[in-house]
């Protein structure tokens, strides 16, 4: 239950409060600053669901019976998207070029593939090894954890997300 609360809080904190100053932090500044930054959210948000795509399917390939090890892959994949903001942000965005594009792609499937890989083994650990009696509680705790986890991921970026456009130096509301 707590690694799948984790890697939740952390994959939906990078999704819902970074995705978009990374956008900005990897396009070229100029007119076509914010266009650019948010084509590139949803270029973000098809890379992220690949990762979460290939690693739900591969269970009958590899399977994680311990899942401690990937909530805290997923936050240090957190804290390096925050940096990589932070850092470009602070040299005043659009400063990133091709490879940091690409690094921040590279993070994102990674950021799918942690989410997925924990959520499908969580739920394939649960229906092996606890007792039929006990497996549908089990599941709906467990699904109660990856929920709470969103929702403690949407309040902290109610404020992250601003507080980086701000440092980057974009006031008022913008969204893609």
């Not at 239950?1 to 999704?15: A, D, G, K, Q, T």
């Not at 070029?97 to 690094?103: K, M, Y």
């Amino acid at each position: 239950m707590l690694p799948l609360f984790l890697v939740y809080y952390f994959e939906y904190l990078i999704n819902q409060s970074m995705f978009f100053p990374a956008g900005l932090a990897v396009s070229a500044p100029g007119k076509a600053h914010i266009s650019t930054a948010c084509h590139t959210y949803s270029t973000l948000q098809f890379l992220y669901q690949l990762g979460v795509l290939v690693s739900r399917s591969s269970t009958s390939v590899f399977r994680i019976s311990t899942l401690w090890p990937l909530p805290v892959l997923q936050g240090l994949n957190a804290g390096a998207m925050l940096l990589l903001i932070v850092t470009l942000g602070n040299a005043g965005g659009g400063s990133g070029g091709a490879e940091t594009r690409w690094l921040v792609w590279l993070l994102v499937v990674w950021e799918g593939l942690l989410g997925g890989a924990t959520y499908v083994n969580a739920f394939t650990n649960l229906s092996e090894f606890t007792s039929a009696r006990e497996r549908e509680f089990a599941m709906g705790i467990t699904s109660l954890a990856d929920s709470i986890g969103i929702c403690l991921a949407a309040l902290s970026s109610l404020h992250l997300e601003p507080a980086l456009l701000r440092m980057m130096g974009i006031s008022g509301a913008i969204h893609c």
